[in-house]
């Protein structure tokens, strides 16, 4: 069984900074994929960042100078640094995994979410 584990939520003031973290676990074959998604209250879930095995990387341009994504291949973890943090970063944090799983198929696998506030 494959396990998605977040850390590095909580309530920071604008202009802070927040580091999130997401360790994959379990039988994982290969990982293709990791990235973070988020969603704010009453909105759809989005894009924030991703970053795959050759180490190509993409951001959402709301957050694209102020968010860097990094991946530990050999833990399987990733990171998402965010800088310069605004009321509109404000959302619930899911980190995301394409992989396969030993003995199964490539699809995506989520965290459980952990919530970013912006707020003074």
């Known amino acids: 069984q494959v396990q998605l584990v977040e850390s590095g939520g909580g309530l920071v003031q604008p202009g802070g900074s927040l580091r999130l973290s997401c360790a994959a676990s379990?039988?994982?074959?290969?990982?293709?994929?990791m990235g973070w998604y988020r969603q704010a209250l009453g909105k759809q879930r989005e894009l924030v960042a991703a970053?795959?095995?050759?180490?190509?990387?993409n951001y959402a341009d709301s957050v694209k100078g102020r968010f860097t994504i990094s991946r530990d291949s050999a833990n399987s973890t990733v990171y998402l640094q965010m800088n310069i943090l605004k009321t509109e970063d404000t959302a619930v944090y899911y980190c995301?995994?394409?992989?396969?799983?030993?003995?199964?198929?490539?699809?995506?696998?989520w965290g459980q979410g952990t919530q970013v506030t912006v707020s003074s």
């Open positions: 995301n995994a394409l992989l396969a799983a030993v003995g199964g198929t490539m699809r995506d696998y």
């Open positions: 379990g039988s994982i074959f290969r990982i293709y994929r």
């Open positions: 970053t795959t095995n050759g180490d190509i990387t």
